[in-house]
């Protein structure tokens, strides 16, 4: 079964960490540039980073640059986003995607860059 699958996530307190990871299962991930969004009830889809095949190019929302970090290993076939320094700001449901991360001209953290989707995990920052 082709499918992205996101874990990692859960309650943490302000302050604290976390590593999500998105990991490819019924295709090899090296061929892709990989997103991340999140979500948060009432909200719109948001960018928040995302990374090129290679992953010698990456992208951060200014909300979260120097707190959060976007890598890859291509031979465990996942990506991953290590989020620190977690504000309350930050709880929202957070999903992997397949997509252009920017060459497609709708920037590199616009969904619309974006054509396949995992389920999401959800983060919760919270004390």
């Known amino acids: 079964q082709v499918q992205l699958v996101e874990s990692g996530g859960g309650l943490v307190q302000p302050g604290g960490s976390l590593r999500l990871s998105c990991a490819a299962s019924?295709?090899?991930?090296?061929?892709?540039?990989i997103g991340w969004f999140r979500q948060a009830p009432g909200k719109e889809r948001e960018g928040v980073s995302c990374?090129?095949?290679?992953?010698?190019?990456?992208y951060y929302a200014d909300s979260v640059k120097d707190r959060f970090t976007i890598s890859r290993d291509n031979a465990k076939n996942t990506v991953y986003l290590q989020m620190n320094s977690l504000k309350p700001e930050d709880s929202a449901v957070y999903y992997c995607?397949?997509?252009?991360?920017?060459?497609?001209?709708?920037?590199?953290?616009?969904?619309?860059?974006?054509?396949?989707w995992g389920q999401g995990t959800q983060v919760t920052v919270s004390s």
């Open positions: 995607a397949t997509g252009a991360c920017g060459l497609a001209g709708w920037g590199p953290l616009s969904p619309y860059e974006y054509d396949f």
């Open positions: 990374i090129s095949k290679s992953g010698t190019s990456t």
């Open positions: 019924g295709f090899t991930l090296d061929y892709y540039n």
